[in-house]
Nanobody, 115 residues
Framework: QVQLVESGGGLVQPGGSLRLSCAAS????????MGWYLQAPGNGRELVAAITSGGTTNYADSVKGRFTISRDNAKNTVYLQMNSLKPEDTAVYYC?????????WGQGTLVTVSE
């Protein structure tokens, strides 16, 4: 069992930056592949960025060059650094942990990009 708690969301102006954090507890964090997903109103969850247990990353085309995912296994935490934010990045962002047949989600943190 893994518990995930996101933080760092909020209101930011276009062009601004935010860093999301996802703290994990309850299991061996380092073995899990971690991801960030977003869900805009009326839409399903979409992958934003992911990082494997070995540190390999992949990104949605819409965020390449703007967002960076990283993990600190010593702190059981995964981060999403978001730069050059756009209004279309507005969504609830969810942290995801996956290993074997097990998958866990956080409760989400709201990011609003607006003037």
């Amino acid at each position: 069992q893994v518990q995930l708690v996101e933080s760092g969301g909020g209101l930011v102006q276009p062009g601004g930056s935010l860093r999301l954090s996802c703290a994990a507890s309850g299991s061996i964090f380092s073995i899990y592949a971690m991801g960030w997903y977003l869900q805009a109103p009326g839409n399903g969850r979409e992958l934003v960025a992911a990082i494997t247990s070995g540190g390999t990353t992949n990104y949605a085309d819409s965020v390449k060059g703007r967002f960076t995912i990283s993990r600190d296994n010593a702190k059981n935490t995964v981060y999403l650094q978001m730069n050059s934010l756009k209004p279309e990045d507005t969504a609830v962002y969810y942290c995801n942990a996956r290993w074997d047949q097990f998958e866990y989600w956080g409760q989400g943190t709201l990011v609003t990009v607006s003037e």
